[in-house]
């Protein structure tokens, strides 16, 4: 009887630690960082870019919307108002600077979205 509890117990511990929800607020965590920008799709990494790096300011983040970012001024996570820069040593469009939360960090360009 006893050796009967403890699997009962044990399997029980097993499925209630097996399972998982995603919270409300989480989706973002399963795709990257990113934000539309001329209507290109780049992920935002977590290396810092240093002001010295910044060329003129582009624009800002104008809307959260989740999974992914679709327009130009989009992205799934750096909040509305988030100013985007172009970065001097990377003229080209591969590589922006995104501030969030007063951290620079770097976007790199991944397709066009459509």
Known sequence: MMKKLVIIFLAFIL???CTSQIKKG???????DAIVWN??????SSEII???ELGKELG??????Q???????ESNNA?????????VSKPNGNTLAVEMDGVLKKATKLDPVQ
């Open 26 to 32: 989480e989706s973002s965590k399963i795709y990257p």
């Open 67 to 73: 999974p992914l970012p679709k327009k130009t001024g």
């Open 50 to 52: 240093n002001k010295d």
């Open 79 to 87: 909040p509305i108002g988030s100013k985007i820069y172009e970065i």
């Open 60 to 65: 800002k983040i104008t809307s959260i919307v």
């Open 15 to 17: 499925i209630t630690g």
């Open 39 to 44: 209507n290109t799709l780049y992920g935002i």
